[in-house]
């Protein structure tokens, strides 16, 4: 079958099963079974592929229309421009997540020591590690899997970085400069909401922040000035419609210059501080 009759296969079903953007995750889909671009589609769509990439790319989009992330299909998210290893046990780094990693480079300095909570696939820590110099780094979780993850994250960037299995703050040791997180948000009640491939397919212990959603938050906020130095800054990322509680919180903590930061869609995406 010929490149282009293959991807408008693949559309077609992903269209028919409901899945959203079907088109583009067909294109992604196909690209990365032939390891192809865009422009091939618009070039070379008449190109024959091979019985093994046509069956490759059959199973991938009758996993794609069942509703299983396309991330863990081909087991990759791009991310600040590197490519992670993802799976069921972390969750996909988000674009919204970019603006947080963004904010705190602003205000990274050489030699910094920053301790990433909450760390799933490592994304965050390590996209922070990998634009600055000499920066030391340390990601915490409460999974195991998770962890497992963040490393070989680590190992296949060719970026040093420490993890600790514990909660939040619990093997935690030492003062930090930055102290970034973003934790569990998602309020319990609206877990249910949740589009299928998040709610059935995302670990849940990353996605729920319990009753109001704020309960990460109260102890970060917390307990972080136990491990931030003087002058040190935490930088959380939020919902869309949390920016003022998590302002608050952070005020009544002490914390000092506190802003919300909105993402590129003009929604409150990251709260930050400055503890003295």
């Not at 992330?69 to 081909?74: D, E, G, R, S, Y």
Request: proline share 3%; glycine share 8%; with cysteine.
């Amino acid at each position: 079958m010929k490149y282009a009759e293959m991807f408008r296969f693949g559309a077609e079903a992903l269209e028919r099963a409901g899945v959203r953007e079907a088109e583009l995750d067909a294109r992604l889909l196909i690209e990365a079974v032939c390891h192809t671009s865009r422009n091939d589609l618009l070039v070379h769509g008449d190109r024959e592929i091979t019985e093994e990439q046509e069956q490759q790319y059959r199973e991938w989009i009758a996993l794609r229309a069942s509703r299983i992330p396309l991330q863990h299909i081909t087991g990759v998210q791009e991310f600040m421009g590197l490519e992670f290893s993802v799976n069921e046990n972390v969750l996909i780094p988000r674009q919204d997540t970019e603006i947080l990693v963004e904010e705190v480079l602003r205000e990274l300095t050489d030699g910094s020591r920053i301790l990433d909570l909450c760390t799933g696939s490592g994304c965050i820590l390590l996209s922070l590690l990998h634009y600055s110099n000499d920066c030391v780094g340390v990601g915490s979780d409460i999974s195991q899997e998770a962890l497992a993850v963040a490393r070989k994250n680590a190992d296949r960037l060719g970026i040093r970085a420490d993890f600790l299995c514990g909660d939040l703050f619990e093997r935690v040791e030492g003062r930090y400069d930055f102290i970034v997180s973003n934790p569990p948000y998602i309020a319990s009640g609206e877990i249910p909401e949740l589009m299928e491939e998040v709610r059935l397919h995302e670990p849940l212990s990353a996605l729920d922040g319990h009753e109001d959603g704020l309960f990460f938050y109260r102890r970060i906020i917390g307990e972080c000035p136990d491990y931030l130095v003087r002058g040190g800054s935490l930088y959380l990322e939020i919902g869309w419609d949390q920016g003022s509680a998590v302002k608050t919180l952070m005020e009544e903590a002490g914390f000092h210059e506190v802003r919300v930061t909105k993402d590129y869609a003009g929604l409150d995406r990251v709260v930050s501080g400055v503890w003295f």
